[in-house]
């Protein structure tokens, strides 16, 4: 009446990669770099945003939550069509694409006062969205064994990135004033583009076939 299925076996430390081998690869820790900055910016733009269009832009605090608001709805949409983009463009490609547009777009709201600025702070939403879960896929593509223990130590580094970055932006805020404060988020994304570039002559993987 039961019936028995097979059950595989698998050795776990075949999955494992000592954590000696895995700092001594220039790659994981650009990889580290690359995710840590787009987090940075993701959550810096969810944290701030508010705070920067009611003081330097004068908006309401239900106004510019509205703006927040539309933020994460963009970069929700953009979470769930971003994968098509990603299949048919490339990876690597595509993240190159889309932070340079994130940055771009985020320089332009920087510039743009009122409403316009505001709108281009939320659209930047979609281009943001696609960061974290294409570097996972990148991951999970140039190593070929080891996978979890990689991606455990790329998000924990990743992680303090960007505790650490946001304090900073904190500590700006609160030394000079809001806009140098959030506009110190335009130099995070930059480092994306930045940490990309030599993360790509690093990879293994054929990420354009």
Known sequence: FFTDFPVEIEND??????????????KVWLFS???????????AIG????????????FSTTSASTYLSLFFIIFTVGRLVGGYFTEHLGYIKILFIFAS??????ICGLLMEGVL???????????????FPTIMAVIMNEFDKGVSSYMGFIITTASAINMTSNWLIGKINDIFNVFTGFASISFFMFLIIVF??????????????
Do not use: C, P
């Not at 999955?15 to 081998?21: C, H, V």
């Not at 547009?101 to 985020?106: C, N, R, S, V």
């Not at 990309?196 to 054929?206: A, I, S, T």
């Open 47 to 58: 944290s701030w945003l508010v705070n920067f269009l009611h003081v330097e832009r004068a």
């Open 13 to 26: 430390k075949k999955d494992n990669i000592a954590i000696k081998k895995i700092v001594k690869q220039k």
């Open 101 to 106: 547009a994130t940055l771009f777009l985020f």
């Open 33 to 43: 770099a690359v995710l840590g900055s787009a987090v940075v910016s993701e959550i």
């Open 117 to 131: 600025g505001a709108v281009f702070f939320s659209t930047a939403g979609f281009f943001i969205s696609i960061m």
């Open 196 to 209: 990309l570039y030599f993360l790509n002559r690093e990879l293994e993987y054929d990420f354009a076939k």
